[in-house]
Every structure is written in C-alpha cells, then in structure tokens.
C-alpha cells in the first residue's frame, strides 16, 4: 500500500501549490487595492473618470491656508477661483481630468460616512458632499512666483526641505481651467503647448547646475579633489569636443570652490575625466536620475545616459550639464532641497490631507525619506561653495538683504534656441527653510532665472523663516 | 433612495459571501474531527444564503428608476434562476446520495453569480447561459447511471485519445475563429469549443494508463500523445488551453509516480517551450509586452489589460455597488473579463472571496482524491481539479495583471455554453469520485467488487517503482 500512500502526500503537494499559487493572487488583489490603486485609476485613460454622480457635490481644493481654490457650483460645474494661477497644479475637469482633479477625483468623488450623509439627505435636502483636497501649495508664494515669471516660458518650483512639502508649483505657458473645453481646439494645438506642466514634466538640459552632481561626485570618489587646481584658459580641448567657458572667459587658477562659484566649464570636464563616467553615473542615480520618485501629479524622469563606455566628450559634457543629461525642475528643486536637507532627500508630495464633510482631518501625509543621497560633511561642503556662488560668483543676483543664500546659476545650451537659464538653491544657507528651482527657456540674457528665485525665495521666506 | 439602498446591498453581498466561506469552513471542520457547528445547519444555511444572495440581486437589477413596479423581463428571468436553483438543490441530493454537499453549494453559489453578472451585463446572455447551466445539470444527474451501466470503463483508453485527437484536428481544418483563437466548431445554429469536450476526455485517458504502474513505456507514449495535444492548441493560438493540458498531465503524472524529478524536468522542458514559443509567435510577445507594461501601448495591446485594471481598482474594496459601475467598458467581459466586472461592482473584497470560494472547491477535491481508496478514481478526481485550478488561476490572474493574459473561461462563472456543460459534468464526475469511495470504503470487505479490485491492487500493490 505504500505507492497508495504516496500518491496521497504527491496529491497534498499539489493542493498546497494550488493554495499558494491563489494566495499569490489574493496577495496581489490586496497590492491592487492598497498600492497601486491610486495610481492606476487616476489614469486619463480611465472611462470612469468622467463618470459623476449626480446626487454628489464634487470636493473642493484648498490650499494650505485653507483658501478654496477650486469649488463646485449649483448646477455642478467646477469653478476655478485662482484661474491659471494654479492651473497646473489643479488641472481640469471638462474634457478629462488631468492634476489634482484627476489624481484624487475619488476622495473628492467620494462622500464620507455616505450611509448618513444619505440618509440626511433625504430629510434635508442638502447636497451629499465628497471629501475636499487640502494641499501643501501655498497661494501667496505661488501668486509672486506667477507674477515674478509672468509671460516667460519656464518654471518655478519651491520645496520645503526638511520634509518635501511643495511650496510652489509655477509652469507658464499656461491655461485657464474655467475655459478649457470652450478652447480645448486652440489648446491642445497651441505650438507653446499651454497644457504641458512644465514644472514636472519639462526636460531640459540642466547645464551648470548639474556640475553641483559632478563636485559631489568628486568628493566621495577623487580623495585628491582638495588638492586638485586647474588653469583655466577659457578653452580646454578634450579628445575631439572643445569646451569653452562662458564667454570664453579666463578664470586663471581655479579650485573647486571658485569653479562653483564662477561655473568653470573647463576645471569640471577635467575633473570629470578623472573621476570617471561611471561614478558621475552612480552619484546622479543616487540623486534619482533614471529612477522613479513617485509623484502625484504627471511628471517625467530626469535622465543621465553615461555608461562606462562613454566617450571623453560624452563625459566632459555631461559633468557640465549638457549632452544627453536632462532634467525637469522638480527634479532639480529636489536636488537642491536635499542638499539643503543635510544630504536627505525627501520624498515630494503636494496633497496635505484630505478633509471631510464634518470638517474631520484623515489621511494626512507623512513626510517620507527617499534617502540619504550625500553625507552630512559633504552637504556642508557644497553648501559653502553654493554660498560663495551667490555672495561672490555668478549668482550674485539672487542674494536677499540680511539673509545668506546658497545657489548655482546654469545656462544650457539647446537645440531651441537661445540658451535656456537656470537656478538652484535655498536659504537660509545656514537653517534652510526652503530650496528653489528655477527655469527659464531660451531666456535673452545670462542670468534671468537667478534675480527671479532671488525674488521668489525672499517672498517665500517672509512667510516661512 | 435607490442609491441608499445599493449602497447598503454592497455590505450585504460582502456579508452573503463571508458568511458562505465560514459555514464551509464549519463543515470542513467537522469532517476533520473539529466542531465549530452542526454540518448539516451549515449547509442549509449555505443554501438559504446563495437564494438570498439571488434574490438581492435581482431584485437590485429589476428595478427600474421613474417606474412605478420592477422589469418584468428581469423579474421573470430572475424567478426562473430561483427555480432552477431550488430545483438543482433538490435533485443533486436525491441522484448524488452521499455526494459532498459543500461541492454542491460551491458551485451553485458561482452558477448564481454567472447569472447575476450575466443579467447585469447582458440580459440576453443571462436567458442563454441559464439554459446551458439546466441542460448541464440534466446531463450529470444522469452521469452515475452511465458510468454504472459501463462498469470498467477504465480500459477505453485509446479510445478517449483518438477521439480527443479527432475533435482538435477537426478545429483545424473546419474551424471558425473568435477572440484571435482557432478554436470553435460550429454545426447548425451552435457554435462550440471542442477543447471543453477534450478536456473531459483527456482526464479519462491519463487516469486510464496512468492507474497501471508508471514504466519508461507508458510514460513516452502519454508524454509525446499529451504533447501532440498541447502543441495543436497552441497552433491554434489557444494558450490558456494549451498550458492547461500540459499542468494537467505534469500534475496527474506526478501524482501517479510521486516522481518529484520527472515534474521539475517537465517544467523545465515548459519553460524551454515558452521562452521557444516566445520568439517565434509574435502574439505571444504581444501578451508578455502588455503584462509587462500595457503603458506602453494604452490603445493596442495594453488595452484589455488596463481597462480591467481600471475596472478593478477604480472604486476600492466594496465596488462601486451593484449596477453603479461601467464594467461594460472592459472588453470581452462577459466571458474572460467577467472577473473584472465582479470585483467592479461587488468590491476587491468580494472577489477576493470567490478566489476563496474557488480554493475551498479545490481543498474539498483533494479531500476526494486523498480519501478514495482505488487509483483510477483518485487520478480523476485529481485531473478535474487540476484542469479547474490551473484554468482559474490563469485567467484570474490574468485580469489582475499578476501573469500575462491567455483567454480562458473563468470556470462557471464566465459566459459559454460548452464551457458551463463541461465544467458542470466535470464536477458531475468528481461527486461521482466522492460517492463511490464513500459506499466502497464502508463495505470494503463483502463487496463483489472488491474481489475485482483486489485482483488490480495486487498488479501494482507492493512494487517498489516509487525508491
């Protein structure tokens, strides 16, 4: 009888791969529900998007004083109280959803305690309310940062270091979301491409600002770095590519401090091709190039296509921000944030909390912690050479009276036209409060994106130092 | 007021279905020598729960905003479920004397969601889908009679594989392509999928050779004719057919041999095979692209999957309420999709219920398989619920995105008519299983039969082909 006895525990076997190869689906549908729901059903593919309950009055959005940004009104339209103010953070909700609209339609889709709400309505006949969006953006800051870019192409983002809350969100060319289906046509062939957020979706080659990435890189992987000084002629051949600095202007003797502070081109493509295409790599993917953040709203990632097979000149362009390196201002607000952070980089988000009916708070954020990108030491490190940027070097523009401000200016070639201008940075240097990215393309002059995050940046301290 | 009370009816089918699991789970208990209850209580109330649960639902459905009384048409169709339940409950206990009622309610309880779902999604397909379940259930109530009158119907092996090879080649020469796949046989008014009809066969023959001791011989000739079926399947683009087939054979041989090698050497050869399959189909790149990332391609290949993605994730864990969601927008949804409208309009919780439901149907099987006392019986049983496991997990876990898509039938829930005949006379078959062990086990010694069968244990009773 033993083949008997076999043949049953073979046949246990085969119940427990059963088992476990279900629980693996329940276990998914569980990540389904929890994880990526959010995700998934935001998605402007969704048919579901558009679909309203018409007995549902439709959230409101605030922003972090509260202020409602957007409402529904009686006859259920959305009415969009600061315009194209904060167009690309609210998004629309007329010809598909896009932003906040689309991202948490379903909080502001779903009424809570809606058994009672129901009930209640029957009696009353008051409206069955969804949840309202409260988010971090801070309308005064974001209004001057709007003013401040007025009709420039470009963006302003602004980020709370110590926990990544988005301050400000500014992208222009921009839209007014009242209007977006009366002139959806016009829109959506506009060549500037209004619809696009800029800010978070934007790629650009980030220039001079992306050598803070390549100083870091030296300071974990080139020990010799503090003994390491370049002439700089203007002009530097490497292999078969000529790199001039801006202007081909000499800078004589230059350590890394006054590299940073006067964006020399030529010291930094020969740092790079010491410290090596491979390292510059690694340290911008610890800073989340070619890699996902997770954002609420849509956005590209910042990429960086080194290798170790990389050409001389793919290296020394990159390490000056040019090449194939691109990044969107986010990206870059969050380079710089982290830096301000004491090397952590946080995780950004722009919803707060979500707030019910009943005026009950749920839900809220927590700030999280990408991760520690940089060492205590060498943010320090930056941080002084970012300083000297602004009170003696190329951004000098940006310095605020009575405060000391860390920063590095960028001007990136492209294939638009002229070039486009660039900013990092945060203040206070010493206790940063908030960090800032600035993006001005095909800006006429140098230094455009520096006086306005030198503006942006004292406004938004005013409110929060 | 209506959507007050579709909003409460979202706890209550949570509720139905919770409350089903637990009294399986109460009798289980009890057959294992437990007691958290009366058995026979748990089954009664299994059987007033899935009448509940069909009452709810249509009364849901029926109901007409603006109209002062319920659609008849609904109404009607719903009275004619509630019969053919009650009717069904009635009978199988009378023509299956012994038959494990927990079998019974599980798949009574999913014939009753196909309904629901049906009628909500297609009336039509409700009318349609209820006829084929009442002519399943007729056919199986006779299936005890048949498999008395034939007594050793075991030695028909050959017969069972020329007639499964006849019915697929068939497919390919006067087939009749759906959904992509060259798979259906029409004749008359009826089109049909042989494939189901194989599956039943195929499950006789590999329990005819295989209840015989295992040799080289046996397994080469099983092996290359298992594999000569698997392979049309796939020429005819059926792969969710095809890698059933192929689970059901490593998983009956395995059961057979214990041989835990000769398994791991067959899904190595699979997976060779697939990766081969791979580069030289490109519909199977095309599925493997859309799992991977159906972003990629929103409006070509990624377009089921997302769309059941979106089905199932839009309104979280109780749905969006019965008639409330747009599962229509998910295409096929009424045959291989229908798990995405479930889990839409009932909730992620309650699908994740029927994937219960579905794991206590398995865990009762294997309880057949384990207990019965003669290997034919115990190999059928075992090839019905491999075919029903493996046919389930790839199309559940297809809509879900935890695998790449392969167009199956969920098993009696999803729309089509030879797949609910087959699967119903499938579990025809392993209650059949059930009640033979029962009545074998108690009279195993002054049976007649029993000389017979002792004279087929001695063939392989003591061998030593398991080392």
């Known amino acids: 009888m033993t083949s008997m006895n076999n043949m049953k525990r073979s046949a246990q076997r085969i119940f427990w791969l059963i088992t476990l190869m279900f629980f693996l689906i329940l276990a998914f549908m569980a990540k389904l529900a929890f994880i990526d729901r959010q995700e998934i059903s935001s998605s402007s593919y969704n048919p579901r998007l558009n679909y309203a309950d018409s007995s549902v009055k439709r959230g409101n959005i605030r922003d972090s004083n509260g202020d409602i940004l957007v409402e529904s009104t009686e006859n259920g339209n959305r009415k969009y109280n600061r315009s194209r103010m904060a167009a690309h953070i609210t998004g629309y909700s007329s010809k598909g959803k896009t932003g906040v609209e689309a991202a948490e339609n379903f909080e502001l889709q779903t009424p809570h305690n809606e058994v009672l709400q129901r009930i209640s309505s029957i009696f009353t006949g008051k409206a069955i309310q969804g949840n309202d969006v409260v988010l971090t953006v801070d309308m005064d800051i974001q209004s001057v940062a709007g003013d401040i870019l007025g009709n420039k192409k470009g963006a302003v983002v602004v980020i709370e270091p110590s926990t990544g809350r988005i301050l400000a969100l500014q992208a222009y060319p921009d839209f007014d979301p009242n209007t977006v289906a009366e002139n959806w046509e016009t829109l959506k062939n506009d060549e500037k491409s209004p619809l696009v957020n800029r800010a978070t979706q934007g790629l650009y080659p980030p220039g001079s600002t992306f050598k803070v990435i390549t100083a870091l890189t030296a300071l974990e992987y080139y020990s010799d770095w503090q003994e390491f000084t370049y002439e700089c002629t203007g002009e530097a051949v490497f292999e078969n590519k000529v790199i001039h600095c801006y202007n081909n202007k000499e800078h004589g003797t230059v350590d890394m401090k006054k590299a940073i502070a006067t964006s020399c081109n030529c010291y930094f493509a020969e740092l790079a091709k010491r410290v090596g295409a491979e390292n510059i790599r690694k340290k911008a993917e610890d800073f989340y190039f070619n890699k996902e953040y997770h954002f609420l709203l849509a956005h590209n990632i910042s990429q960086v296509a080194l290798q170790k097979k990389s050409e001389e000149n793919e290296i020394v362009e990159t390490a000056i921000g040019q090449g194939k390196t691109l990044a969107t201002p986010l990206h870059m607000a969050m380079i710089a944030s982290a830096i301000a952070n004491d090397g952590i980089m946080m995780k950004p988000y722009i919803v707060d909390h979500i707030q019910y009916y009943n005026g009950d708070i749920s839900k809220t954020t927590v700030p999280e912690k990408l991760e520690q990108v940089i060492s205590i030491e060498e943010a320090n490190t930056i941080t002084d050479m970012m300083i000297s940027c602004v009170s003696e070097g190329t951004g000098t523009a940006a310095q605020i009276y009575g405060v000391e401000v860390a920063g590095k200016t960028g001007t990136a070639e492209n294939a638009t036209g002229s070039d486009h201008s660039w900013f990092i940075g945060f203040a206070p240097a010493e206790n940063p409060k908030v960090a800032i990215a600035v993006m001005i393309e095909n800006a006429n002059q140098g230094g455009s994106a520096t006086p306005i995050a030198g503006k942006v940046l004292q406004a938004a301290l005013q409110k929060y130092q | ?280 189909f490109s519909h199977v790149r095309v599925r493997v692209a859309a799992w991977r990332n159906p972003w990629a391609d929103i409006d070509g290949g990624g377009y089921q999957i997302l769309n059941s993605l979106f089905a199932i994730t839009t309104w979280g864990l109780l749905g969006s309420g019965l008639t409330k969601g747009m599962p229509n927008t998910v295409p096929v949804v009424e045959s291989d999709f229908i798990f995405a409208a479930i889990c839409e309009e009932m909730g992620i919780l309650f699908g994740m219920g029927i994937v219960c439901l579905y794991i206590m149907l398995f865990f009762r099987g294997i309880l057949v398989v384990i207990r019965c006392q003669r290997r034919y019986y115990s190999l059928l049983a075992a090839g019905v619920i491999t075919m029903f496991a493996f046919q389930a997990f790839l199309i559940i876990g297809g809509v879900i995105k935890l695998i790449p898509l392969t167009g199956v039938t969920l098993p009696f829930v999803s729309y089509g008519g030879s797949s609910v005949l087959v699967s119903i006379m499938m579990i025809g078959l392993l209650q059949w299983v059930n009640v033979y062990c029962e009545q074998h086990e108690a009279g195993y010694q002054n049976t007649i039969e029993q000389n017979a069968e002792s004279a087929e244990w001695n063939e392989w009773d003591g061998d030593d082909f398991h080392e």
């Open chain 2, 1 to 280: 007021m209506f959507d007050l009370i579709i909003l409460f009816s979202r706890y209550l089918f949570l509720l139905y279905i919770v409350l089903f699991l637990w009294q399986a789970i109460v009798y289980i208990a009890y057959e294992q020598g437990g007691y958290l209850g009366s058995p026979s209580h748990a089954i009664a109330m299994q059987k007033g729960l899935i009448v509940w649960f069909h009452i709810t639902a249509f009364l849901i459905l029926s109901y007409e905003s603006g109209k002062f009384f319920f659609n008849m048409e609904t109404l009607a169709v719903g009275v004619a479920g509630l019969a053919f339940l009650l009717l069904s409950m009635m009978l199988l206990d009378k023509f299956y004397y012994e038959g494990c009622p927990l079998i019974w309610t599980g798949m009574l309880f999913l014939l009753d969601m196909s309904l629901i779902m049906l009628q909500r999604l297609e009336p039509m397909l409700a009318v349609k889908q209820l006829i084929w379940m009442a002519l399943g259930i007729a056919i199986m109530l006779f299936i005890p009679f048949i498999l008395r009158m034939i007594p050793r119907f075991e030695v028909f092996e050959y017969v069972y594989i020329i007639v499964s090879y006849a019915l697929i080649l068939s497919t390919l020469l006067f087939g009749t392509s759906k959904y992509g796949s060259v798979n259906w046989l029409k004749i008359g008014p009826i089109t049909f999928q042989p494939s189901e009809i194989v599956k039943f066969l195929f499950i006789f023959y590999l329990s005819s050779v295989f209840r015989k001791r295992v040799e080289l011989k046996e397994l080469l000739i099983t092996g290359t004719l298992s594999a000569g079926i698997v392979l049309l399947l796939v020429l005819q683009k059926d792969l969710g057919s095809a890698l059933i087939f192929f689970m059901t054979y490593m998983v009956m041989l395995y059961i057979s041999t214990s041989n835990e090698i000769l398994f791991f050497a067959g899904m190595g050869a699979a997976s060779a095979a697939a990766t081969l399959a791979y580069h030289l």
